[in-house]
């Protein structure tokens, strides 16, 4: 054990030579996309090929955190993450923010208009590919706990930690820096060119084999507001337990099965999702009763939430710690 300790220590060297790659980012994201192709009903992966022009889920799922610096996409930084309280319910946290913030919008209402984009005839090509790129990546988003985390740590980015000897915070230990301090038994012998997302997505297929179902049941399935609920609670203790500083194996112990769940999750969800839309089915009631009390209190979401690139923005984006 101590030995593949050290060697997921050496990827991690190897791989996490800036700020940067510590996040969720190509390792988390392109292995939710891989989980996700894996589950595909063929109407949707004709679909999915289709408007990717050969790419897969795993090949686009980062594409959202490389635009970040397209002024004509600036608006969809804020789209990356829902920073809730602790036992605060979603509606209630949105209806306690101010009228520009509310207008910022967040994973969810995104996921949302992704959805809609997609579904409408009326959207084109270039639209529909964009939609779709943003909706795989945002639901990948709403699963990392910690894009979902405290507004006062910036979802953790502002809990500073050496890990397993490497500097970060806590929020890249729960991107990329625990899978592979973790797992160190998947990556074992790999070379550094590696598709280490691969790798990692065919260990949670046969780890989690058959467990789909318990992902989409009930009212979680097809419900980002759930999917939201996920992080908070139990799971949130967990997430902010002080044994992150003080015993860091003892914490990875507790802490990277409930990692490893919520990438799993995110890719059976986006699959599902997907497959609800090119089959041209309308959301669950559910949804569409949340959508509705959403509206109440912000507004038509179409008015100022897309999914997509904005013309002559403005703005500019205030500088808030990288999610």
Same mark, same amino acid.
């Given at each position: 054990?101590?030995?593949?300790?050290?060697?997921?220590?050496?990827?991690?060297?190897?791989?996490f030579?800036?700020?940067?790659?510590?996040?969720?980012?190509?390792?988390?994201?392109?292995t939710t996309?891989?989980?996700?192709?894996s589950?595909?009903?063929?109407?949707?992966?004709t679909?999915?090929?289709?408007?990717?022009?050969g790419?897969?889920?795993?090949?686009?799922?980062f594409?959202?955190?490389?635009?970040?610096?397209d002024?004509?996409?600036?608006?969809?930084?804020?789209?990356?993450?829902e920073n809730?309280a602790?036992?605060?319910?979603?509606?209630?946290?949105?209806?306690?923010?101010?009228e520009p913030?509310?207008?910022?919008g967040?994973s969810?209402?995104?996921?949302?208009?992704?959805?809609?984009?997609?579904?409408?005839?009326?959207?084109?090509y270039?639209?529909?590919?964009?939609?779709?790129?943003?909706?795989v990546?945002?639901?990948?988003?709403?699963?990392?706990?910690?894009h979902?985390?405290?507004?006062? #740590?910036?979802g953790?980015?502002t809990i500073?930690?050496?890990?397993?000897?490497?500097?970060?915070?806590?929020?890249q230990?729960?991107?990329?820096?625990?899978?592979?301090?973790?797992?160190?038994?998947?990556?074992?012998?790999?070379?550094?060119?590696?598709?280490?997302?691969?790798?990692?997505?065919?260990?949670?297929?046969?780890?989690?084999?058959?467990?789909?179902?318990?992902?989409?049941?009930?009212?979680?399935?097809?419900?980002?507001?759930?999917?939201?609920?996920?992080?908070?609670?139990?799971?949130?203790q967990?997430?902010?337990?002080?044994?992150?500083?003080?015993?860091?194996?003892?914490?990875?112990?507790?802490?990277?099965?409930?990692? #490893?769940?919520?990438?799993?999750?995110?890719?059976v969800?986006?699959?599902?999702?997907?497959?609800?839309?090119?089959?041209?089915?309308?959301?669950?009631?559910?949804?569409?009763e949340?959508?509705?009390r959403?509206?109440m209190?912000?507004g038509?979401?179409?008015?100022?939430?897309?999914?997509?690139?904005r013309?002559?923005?403005?703005?500019?984006?205030?500088?808030?710690?990288?999610?």
């Open positions: 054990m101590k030995g593949l300790l050290r060697r997921g220590l050496g990827i991690c060297s190897i791989l030579v800036s700020a940067t790659a510590w996040g969720w980012g190509s390792l988390g994201h392109r996309g891989a989980i996700a192709d589950f595909l009903s063929p109407q949707a992966r679909a999915v090929q289709q408007l990717l022009r790419q897969s889920l795993a090949d686009v799922a594409w959202a955190d490389t635009i970040k610096s002024n004509a996409l600036a608006h969809t930084y804020w789209y990356h993450f809730v602790d036992t605060t319910n979603f509606l209630d946290h949105v209806g306690r923010l101010s913030d509310r207008k910022k967040g969810i209402s995104a996921i949302i208009i992704a959805e809609r984009t997609l579904q409408d005839p009326k959207t084109t270039e639209q529909k590919q964009v939609a779709l790129k943003l909706l990546h945002f639901i990948g988003d709403l699963h990392q706990p910690f979902t985390g405290r507004a006062d #740590d910036k953790g980015n500073r930690l050496v890990w397993f000897n490497r500097p970060g915070n806590l929020h230990v729960w991107d990329t820096g625990m899978i592979f301090t973790g797992h160190g038994e998947i990556f074992e012998g790999q070379p550094q060119n590696a598709d280490y997302a691969a790798l990692y997505a065919r260990w949670l297929l046969q780890n989690f084999r058959g467990r789909e179902s318990d992902v989409l049941k009930g009212p979680t399935r097809d419900n980002p507001e759930a999917w939201l609920r996920e992080s908070q609670g139990p799971q949130r967990l997430m902010y337990d002080r044994r992150y500083e003080t015993n860091q194996s003892q914490y990875q112990d507790r802490a990277l099965p409930v990692l #490893d769940q919520r990438v799993y999750a995110a890719g969800r986006i699959a599902d999702v997907l497959n609800r839309i090119f089959a041209n089915a309308a959301p669950p009631n559910m949804q569409l949340f959508v509705k959403l509206e209190i912000v038509r979401l179409a008015d100022f939430i897309t999914a997509g690139p013309a002559n923005q403005g703005e500019r984006r205030e500088r808030y710690l990288e999610y």
